[in-house]
């Protein structure tokens, strides 16, 4: 299975409405912020700064995040805007995966 277009957040007044309404769930590796979008597929939009280092280094962060969402199709109906911190990196994708899992169910599970 993909990552198709449809599941991506693109625009910037979609991650602007997403951190000003939604609910934000901080962690060792990542930041989440969720919002519901009303709609029956979940979209996932990454913000990978500068600070996260390099280039390489971003890229490699954004391509772990999206295999992880896309493995786990556990949010549906919900936007998710990931900004990853330097740990991401040292972590295998099974560990990324469970805590990705445990922080969805913290937050976008218990508000349906």
Do not use: C, W
């Amino acid at each position: 299975m993909r990552f198709r277009q449809r599941q991506r957040l693109r625009r910037h007044a979609d991650f602007q409405d997403v951190y000003a309404n939604g609910t934000k769930v901080p962690g060792r590796l990542y930041t989440l912020f969720s919002k519901p979008n009303g709609l029956s597929v979940g979209r996932l939009g990454i913000a990978a700064t500068k600070r996260l280092g390099g280039a390489v280094v971003r890229n490699r962060a954004k391509r772990l995040i999206r295999e992880v969402f896309r493995r786990n199709d556990i949010a549906p109906g919900f936007d998710i805007v990931v900004v990853p911190r330097r740990e991401l990196l040292t972590v295998g994708l099974t560990t990324l995966e469970a805590d990705y899992r445990a922080a969805v169910a913290r937050r976008v599970l218990k508000s349906r």
